[in-house]
């Protein structure tokens, strides 16, 4: 996941917790004030009817209220059977200050035991339903009423109901505003961030894009240092930094192995030269022969370790092969033809069904591929050495199996590493430089391929080398 | 009786130059050895050798300044001797007037077939060659020079060409050169064709003119135009 989205994705999670925070206390807090607003007018309500007359206490009351005083005969000390009172109730329902949409009686909406609580002198607050829906807030309380008429004070139950449907409209409407306020205000906010983000991150994005093409092959680039004085520019400058130190320590480093190998190769032509020169001609006696042998033999060896190295260090700097169209069978036959007058008795076989199977190669690297391979081979005691060619597909496959000792399988991951060597049959000869793999490897890369081995301890190993086959189009 | 031809060596490191010495010596060649570039370059308008072999970093004058001085009044071959073996530096050791470049460790056995080769090649009354042309085959030494150009060519290439420049003038169809060339191989690809291309690439490479052209319809032919 990026930064951006990342961030983008995080800031816009927060906000949208924060809305709905805020958007969740202003609907409860709405939700009270109303509330309250609705009992206060009951109460006040409830109050002017059972302390005021009748006729002022009905004027008082807003024109959405519902009412009904039931006047209770007996003392209200002596409430002791509810039916007896229910039956002593003169219920009076005077008209009431609306027209009352339903048949419904307040008190036959509420529980039945509520009536007697009232009458012990207890206060009601509920809310009931109306039979078209209506709800309603219901207040009780017993009180003295009087009627102007009559010039006595009775006691009585008063209920007055008032609609809640307006608070519940109101508080629907505002949860609808508040809900689409939230969502737009969450959408703005988040486009807003994944801008704001690219904004940010952009220069981010430069200088990583800069910062990757800087490769092994060329430390030279350098990352664009951004105008502005932040901590982009800051970033960009220690980048640029710490590849200037890593340019310096690789050309040391390169120079160091590239002057080194060139340094070696003058002393190792001297010395091999001089052996090769009292090998031939002048006559030295058959110990002499033996000894000299000795120094020219170690003496090539180290210049192919010299070479190998020289090699690597190209590799390491980046070096790209120069690649020409070429004929990959004819470096078989080559290597077959510098190797096997030396292997005898050991066999080296090339097998091809055709003469021509091209690549884009360099003749000499490819030489070299093959003849480390071979060479490996025969080190590992083969006895016949086969070179197998074949076009497969877009590729050139070429196999070379042995069928020496064989690798063990714990050491075939290891088998391209730089000095590697196997414990055991294929070292004991030791005439390598433990680099002759890590360099086919190398080369084989360069050329777009890949290569890779199969071995069984006892029965032998097979190398295979796929390299992309040069179009036959194109020719004159 | 003939003069043992005369040859040059410019060498600082004395080893090298040492064993170098002897067996030129031990092939009969006339050999001077000097360590430096100018005792080099004094030493080559002196004597006139035959042929010169020619460090690269060598003190007070460098290989490449010395081959350049020389090119200027003369063709004696030059083979240079060197640590340095990128294309670059052998494309630049070629272009300073060296006729060939051998890369240390060299073969004594390879310096020693060059040498007789680029004399050979100032001294043409010598047998195993083919001449056509500007081309010269030495067959012995398996090596073919354009207009004095050392040209490297695989076994199959040389055979190819060994082919043609015996018979110049002649007209080969694929069939003949497949049997001559790849026996082991029945008819069927166009091997003679792609290996034409690698040669014309190979003997053109400096835009010299064509050697090999095609008979429209019948085959090849190696023919100066």
Redesign the interface.
Same mark, same amino acid.
């Given at each position: 996941m990026t930064l951006r989205l990342r961030l983008a994705i995080f800031t816009s999670a927060f906000i949208a917790v924060i809305l709905s925070a805020v958007a969740v206390s202003v609907y409860l807090l709405t939700e009270r004030s109303l509330d309250t607003a609705v009992e206060e007018r009951a109460l006040q309500a409830l109050t002017d009817l059972s302390e005021g007359a009748i006729a002022t206490g009905l004027q008082r009351l807003p024109g959405d209220a519902y009412y009904q005083i039931v006047l209770v005969a007996t003392a209200p000390e002596v409430p002791s059977d509810v039916a007896g009172i229910r039956n002593g109730v003169n219920y009076t329902q005077p008209a009431s200050v609306r027209a009352n949409p339903t048949d419904d009686r307040l008190l036959a909406l509420l529980p039945d035991r509520v009536l007697e609580d009232l009458i012990r002198g207890d206060d009601l607050a509920a809310h009931v339903t109306l039979a078209n829906q209506e709800r309603l807030r219901v207040l009780g309380t017993l009180g003295t009423v009087a009627f102007p008429n009559q010039q006595v004070a009775l006691t009585a139950v008063i209920l007055v109901g008032l609609p809640t449907s307006n608070v519940q409209r109101t508080l629907e409407q505002l949860a609808r505003d508040l809900g689409l306020t939230v969502v737009l205000a969450f959408a703005a906010f988040a486009f807003g961030v994944w801008w704001l983000a690219r904004q940010v991150l952009s220069p981010v994005q430069r200088v990583t894009q800069a910062a990757s093409r800087v490769s092994g092959q060329d430390l030279s680039r350098r990352v664009p240092v951004p105008a502005t004085d932040d901590e982009l520019r800051a970033l960009a400058v220690s980048i640029n930094h710490m590849l200037d130190r890593l340019q310096e320590s690789f050309e040391t480093q390169r120079r160091f192995t590239a002057d080194a190998s060139?340094?070696l190769?003058?002393?190792?032509? &001297?010395i091999?030269?001089?052996a $090769?020169?009292l090998l031939?001609?002048t006559h030295p006696s058959v110990e002499q022969v033996d000894s000299l042998g000795v120094i020219q033999r170690e003496?090539?060896r180290m &210049?192919k370790l010299?070479h190998d190295l020289?090699e690597l260090a190209r590799a390491d700097a980046g070096f790209q092969v $120069?690649r020409?169209?070429?004929?990959l069978l004819?470096v078989l036959? &080559?290597v077959r033809?510098d190797l096997g007058p030396l292997a005898v008795p050991a066999r080296i076989t090339v097998d091809c069904a $055709? %003469?021509?199977l091209?690549v884009e190669g360099d %003749?000499a690297r490819l030489k070299q591929v093959v003849l480390n391979l071979v060479q490996n081979a025969l080190d590992a005691g083969a006895q016949h050495v086969q070179m197998h060619l074949e076009r497969d597909g877009r590729d050139v496959r070429l196999e070379v199996l042995d069928d020496g000792a064989g690798i063990p399988s714990e050491a075939l991951p290891h088998l391209f590493e730089r000095f590697y060597r196997v414990d055991g049959a294929r070292s004991t000869r030791g005439n390598g430089s433990g680099l002759g793999l890590a360099i086919v490897r190398w080369i084989v890369q360069q050329h777009g391929g890949n290569v890779d081995v199969r071995s069984r301890v006892g029965e032998g190993t097979v190398f295979t080398v796929v390299l992309p086959a040069r179009a %036959?189009s194109g020719?004159? | 009786m003939e003069r043992k031809p005369l040859i040059l060596i410019v060498e600082d @490191?004395k @080893?090298?130059a040492?064993? *170098?010495d002897? @067996?030129l010596q031990?092939e009969s060649y006339e050999t001077v050895v000097t360590y430096d570039g100018v005792t080099g370059l004094s030493k080559f308008r002196e004597l006139n050798p035959d042929l010169v072999v020619l460090d690269l970093m060598l003190p007070v004058l460098d290989g490449l300044e010395v081959a350049r001085r020389i090119r200027k009044t003369s063709n004696t071959p030059i083979i240079i001797l060197t640590?340095?073996?990128s *294309?670059d530096d052998k494309v630049t050791g070629l272009d300073s007037g060296a006729d060939d470049y051998l890369v240390?460790?060299?073969s004594?056995e390879e310096l020693l077939a060059r040498v007789r080769a680029h004399l050979r090649r100032v001294n043409p009354a010598v047998t195993g060659e083919v001449r056509v042309a500007d081309l010269v085959m030495n067959l012995d030494g398996r090596e073919v020079f354009r207009d004095g150009r050392r040209i490297e060519l695989?076994?199959?290439e040389f055979e190819l060409l060994e082919l043609f420049a015996r018979n110049p003038g002649k007209v080969f169809n694929r069939f003949e050169i497949?049997e001559k060339v790849?026996p @082991?191989?029945t008819g069927g690809?166009?091997?003679v064709?792609?290996?034409v291309?690698?040669l014309r690439?190979k003997l053109e490479g400096e835009g010299e003119r064509r050697l090999i052209h095609t008979v429209r319809g019948v085959g090849y032919v190696l023919r100066e135009e």
């Open positions: 060139h340094e190769r003058t002393p190792v032509t &001297a091999v030269g001089h $090769q020169y031939r001609r003496g090539e &210049a010299v020289l $120069q020409e169209p070429m004929n004819e036959e &080559a033809d $055709q %003469p021509l091209e %003749p %036959p020719r004159g | @490191e @080893e090298i040492k064993f *170098v002897l @067996e031990a640590a340095k073996d *294309v240390k460790p060299f004594i695989s076994a199959k497949e790849w @082991e191989y690809s166009n091997v064709d792609v290996y291309g690698y690439r």
